[in-house]
């Protein structure tokens, strides 16, 4: 037992801490929220694999096929536990949560918590699914990372957000000093393109596909979806056009190759569903996003239009994995969540605020104070319900 008050800690604009039982609240909500609209199954669910299921869209997705459909899942993270001085990761407490909640609805659910990256982790899950699972339906690979160490060579590749080919300017919100200032992001090397490639790339996807159809672990008609983002004009310089774009390009690459291998040996499928913008520890780190989603969440909720993570992946879900008629792809191939962010009319607004935005403005002409608020929520702060004056149990495990 070690039960101690949590308050928020931060190094900057992270939290570098994580209040156990405002994690909970968070996956309790979510169970509810999908509890109260049970899904008509059109295709059986009957084992998941999510790559990244402990936060995000990952989370999500662990959610959806969990407490939605009544699959078992498996969930592959990597966040630190607590110890004798620190609590653990958000992560790691909305694991435990889903366990606990997991476990009242007699749902299966395992979890490995180690480097989703290494053929350790892969084997052990693959141990896992097998002995307490069987041939998976459905794998979700949501990873977001800012490295990844090549299983084949040892190197630590190291992500970068930057432009390709030229420096770019824009307006972003200085998170720490909540100040509207103008960044310059110089136009990343030949060399750091390539690392974000081999981190945010489609060449793990492929390892756990082919290590997945190895050990024979995928069922007839298996799919395989990952994750992506294209988003508004404002950010293409340095999300659709930079580096990370590159990365997502690849995983497109991926995708197509995986569509084709899981057809001809599952009679299968592989996606790429392109998703919404919304507020995660990995779409924070990014330049420009912050501003654009204190600016995009009024647009959407006036129209009736928004969507959380949950909200995304039911719609994924419903409409696309387990519909007996699937909704159209784009013309690339790709699932569309992302279609209600991207109408004309939510767009056009939030690139006329776009430059009236200033320090003075941010508060009253966009709803940074809802942004903030959705980001301290990631780490269980600032969770309708929980009392932060008590002290709360932080050494949890499942
Ligand atoms: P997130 O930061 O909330 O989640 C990342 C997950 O990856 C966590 O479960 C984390 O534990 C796991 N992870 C990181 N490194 C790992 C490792 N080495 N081994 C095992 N697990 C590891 O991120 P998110 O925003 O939900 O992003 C998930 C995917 O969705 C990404 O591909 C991202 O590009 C995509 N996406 C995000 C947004 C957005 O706005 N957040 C929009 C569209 C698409």
């Known amino acids: 037992m070690t039960k101690q008050i949590v308050k928020r800690l931060s190094r900057g604009f992270i ?35 999510v790559v990244g299921a402990s936060t995000g869209y990952g989370l999500a997705s662990r959610v959806v096929a969990g407490f939605g459909y009544g699959a078992k899942t498996m969930g592959v993270f990597f ?27 007699g749902i299966f659910a395992a979890s490995l918590n180690g480097d989703a990256f290494s053929n350790e982790a892969k084997r052990a899950a693959l141990d896992m699914i097998r002995a307490n699972m069987g041939p998976l339906d459905l794998v979700i690979y949501s990873l977001a990372s800012p490295k990844r160490r090549d299983p084949d060579t040892g190197h630590v590749h190291t992500s970068v957000l930057k432009p390709l080919h030229h420096a770019f300017s824009s307006k972003t919100i200085e998170l720490d000093s909540e100040k509207v200032v103008h960044v310059t992001l110089h136009s990343a090397s030949k060399k750091e393109t390539a690392e974000t490639v081999a981190v945010m790339g489609g060449d793990d996807w492929r390892r ?33 056009d930079g ?14 190759d995986l569509d084709a291998t899981l057809r001809a040996r599952r009679g ?7 998703n919404k913008a919304v507020v995660t520890q ?38 696309y994995l387990v519909a007996e008629k699937p909704a159209p792809l784009d013309n690339a191939g790709r699932i569309r969540l992302d279609d209600r962010e991207l109408r004309p009319e939510v ?19 966009t709803d940074f104070a809802g942004y ?23 050494d949890l495990s499942w």
């Open 347 to 365: 767009q056009s607004e939030i690139q006329a605020e776009w430059p009236h935005v200033t320090t003075e403005n941010l508060r009253t002409l």
């Open 282 to 319: 990995a779409s924070s780190a990014i330049p420009v996003v912050p501003l654009y989603l204190s600016l995009l969440p009024p647009q959407m909720k006036k129209r009736g239009l928004e969507e959380g993570p949950l909200e995304q992946i039911e719609r994924l879900f419903a409409d």
């Open 268 to 274: 299968g499928a592989a996606r790429i569903s392109v």
């Open 208 to 240: 756990w596909i082919a290590a997945l159809l190895e050990e024979d672990l995928l069922a007839e008609g298996a799919l395989s979806v990952a994750y992506s983002y294209i988003g508004p004009e404002v950010t293409w310089p340095i999300y659709r």
């Open 15 to 49: 939290c570098v801490n994580a209040h156990p039982e405002g994690c909970a609240r968070n996956v309790e909500q979510w169970v509810a929220g999908v509890g109260a609209r049970k899904k008509a199954a059109g295709r059986a669910l009957r084992n998941v694999l």
């Open 243 to 256: 580096t990370i774009g590159q990365a997502k390009k690849d995983l497109e690459i991926a995708a197509r």
């Open 79 to 105: 966040e630190r536990p607590p110890d004798e001085e620190k609590t653990a990761t958000a992560g790691y407490y909305n694991t435990a949560a889903f366990h606990r909640l997991a476990n009242v609805e």
């Open 372 to 394: 903030q608020r959705e980001f301290r929520r990631l780490f269980g702060f600032e969770v309708e319900g929980v009392d932060y004056e008590q002290p709360v149990e932080t």
